[in-house]
């Protein structure tokens, strides 16, 4: 009789079962759908349109059931323990599965989201006045969306406009300068650009220029960076880099960071 009576109070009920299988699927369901863009594009399904649509979908819902299904969680194992169920811890890992999943399918994509004010443009260089040239490059951008004219974009109104544009929210991309000669330059530039992963096009040590691809993780972005060291007035050098997206109006601020990150590995 007493083993009856452990064995029903230990036992878990069908609708608290129930209720943590509803987190886990909605968190997981949630995580895979926010992972089915980038798979897409990866395979070459759809485009990066297509993807988009899939976070943004899935960012105007994954905090709300990452939200509820902690919650809910947390609520079903108090429940649990206060009903003498030995299984409620077992509940609690299920359910918070399912909350952390669709929480890292709302937080991914935000960390990438740009801060106010980033302005949509998608070619940066150091010397906007005088910006570099894609030579080895330009065949691969036969069929880009993006020209490789810099400051002609649509809803730009002139090439001042998207200098004073970049000037404004990125004042430290500035032409860097070195201490060393331009052959060491160079060659710490192109250790730097294959360290990043930049599938180089071209690399001339005389004219001391780099031209390189560098595709962006989830969505599959090429996005193209041309580099020049060249000797300065004092027995130094100097260096000028431009980053350039090949499709989408706004690069959120991908182009201006990969050249920060640049010259910090320099």
């Known amino acids: 009789m007493n083993s009856e009576v452990v ?9 608290l079962k129930a209720l943590v299988a509803l987190c886990l699927l ?32 899935v960012n105007a819902w994954a905090d709300w059931i990452a939200g509820g299904s902690f919650l809910l969680t947390v609520a079903i194992f108090v429940l649990a323990r206060k009903q003498g169920h030995s ?3 077992k509940l609690a890992v299920l359910g918070l599965i399912g909350s952390l999943a669709a929480f890292l399918s709302w937080y991914v994509p935000e ?3 740009p801060p106010e004010g980033t302005p949509a443009i998608h070619d940066i260089a150091t010397d906007p006045y005088n ?15 993006n020209n490789m004219d ?11 406009q ?23 330059v160079f060659n710490r530039a192109l250790s730097a650009a294959e360290s990043m992963g930049w599938e180089i096009v071209a690399a001339d040590a005389e004219s001391g220029r780099i031209e390189a691809t560098d595709t962006t ?23 000028n880099a431009r980053s350039l997206s090949r499709v989408g109006r706004s690069d959120v601020g991908k182009n201006a960071s990969r050249l920060r990150e640049f010259f910090a590995r320099l």
């Open 7 to 15: 064995s029903s109070a230990t036992k878990i009920p069908f609708y």
């Open 26 to 57: 909605a968190g997981v369901g949630i995580g895979l759908f926010a992972l089915a863009g980038p798979i897409a594009v990866w395979l070459g399904m759809a485009d990066f349109r297509v993807g988009f649509d899939y976070l943004r979908t």
């Open 87 to 89: 299984g409620a811890p």
């Open 111 to 113: 960390t990438f989201r």
């Open 131 to 145: 910006p570099l040239e894609y030579v080895a490059i330009a065949p691969l951008r036969a069929d880009a969306a």
């Open 150 to 160: 810099y400051g002609v974009m649509p809803g730009i109104e002139s090439v001042q």
């Open 162 to 184: 998207h200098i004073d544009m970049q000037l404004n929210a990125y004042p430290d991309i500035v032409p860097q300068v070195f201490a060393e000669d331009s052959g060491a």
């Open 217 to 239: 993780f989830w969505f599959r972005f090429k996005d193209d960076v041309v580099v020049e060291v060249s000797a300065d007035n004092n027995g130094g050098s100097m260096l």
